[in-house]
């Protein structure tokens, strides 16, 4: 069926370090392709998206890249900071709704 | 972008009672919709809100237990009924816009945090 699988977390990062975080989707048809983020105590974000295959969607230093080859859509950061710590969730849309992966709690320390 | 607000922004409830919440937008929107987040999990849609008809559940959602209301383009309601501490959870209103015509970009309310006791 239809889903999206995402790394698991929690992830611990120094700051400045390189952030990855993987997510594949399985899906009929092309659908668009979402990161979303959760700051503690905060509501849910729109971080990036792209719409199409070999786009790049990118938003306050965060990118990623839709594979259409390897149905892939992960997000990376070259230099994390303490305030990027939050729970970052994956998902494609398809007709306006949204099916999330499973979440990755990010926690970057000093 | 859309601007959502969401009452309550959270509620203690006992169990065998219902909750009605409700999500405002602050402009005209085709698609709305509710998700729910179970503490520590991901989120999962209920229903599509739609204007003037009966909502669409997804698998494993009824109306009787969720029923929605959707009067006009611009507000939704949804019902938490006969609750029980298993529908401790936080609900969440979104709406879906088109972006530059190219497919949707989606918006989320802050949340109503709900526990049952």
């Known amino acids: 069926g239809n889903s999206v699988t995402q790394m698991e977390g929690p992830v611990t990062l120094s700051e400045e370090a390189f952030l990855t975080i993987n997510c594949t989707y399985t899906?009929?048809?092309?659908?668009?392709l979402f990161w979303y983020v959760q700051y503690p105590g905060e509501g849910l974000q729109l971080l990036l998206k792209?719409?199409?295959?070999?786009d790049k969607g990118s938003n306050k230093g965060f990118e990623a890249t839709y594979r259409k080859e390897t149905t892939s859509f992960h997000l990376e950061k070259g230099s994390v900071q303490v305030s990027d710590s939050a729970v970052y969730f994956c998902?494609?849309?398809?007709?306006?709704?949204?099916?999330f992966g499973t979440g990755t709690r990010l926690q970057v320390t000093l | 972008s859309a601007v959502i607000s969401q009452k309550p922004s959270r509620d203690i409830c006992q169990r065998g009672t219902s909750l009605t919440i409700q999500c405002q937008v602050d402009?005209?929107?085709?698609?709305m919709f509710w998700y729910r987040q179970q503490p520590g999990q991901s989120l999962t849609l209920i229903a599509t809100?739609?204007?003037?008809?009966?909502?669409?559940?997804e698998s494993g959602f009824v109306i009787d237990k969720f029923p929605i209301s959707r009067p006009n383009l611009t507000f939704s309601t949804l019902t938490v009924s006969n609750m029980s501490p298993e529908d401790s959870s936080i609900y969440l209103c979104?709406?879906?816009?088109?972006?530059?015509?190219?497919?949707?970009?989606?918006?989320f309310g802050p949340g109503t945090r709900l526990t049952v006791t």
């Open positions: 998902a494609w849309s398809w007709g306006g709704k949204l099916t």
């Open positions: 899906a009929t048809g092309y659908p668009s």
């Open positions: 792209a719409t199409k295959a070999d």
């Open positions: 402009s005209q929107v085709t698609m």
């Open positions: 809100a739609n204007q003037g008809s009966e909502a669409t559940y």
């Open positions: 979104s709406v879906a816009t088109t972006a530059g015509g190219v497919g949707y970009e989606q918006y």
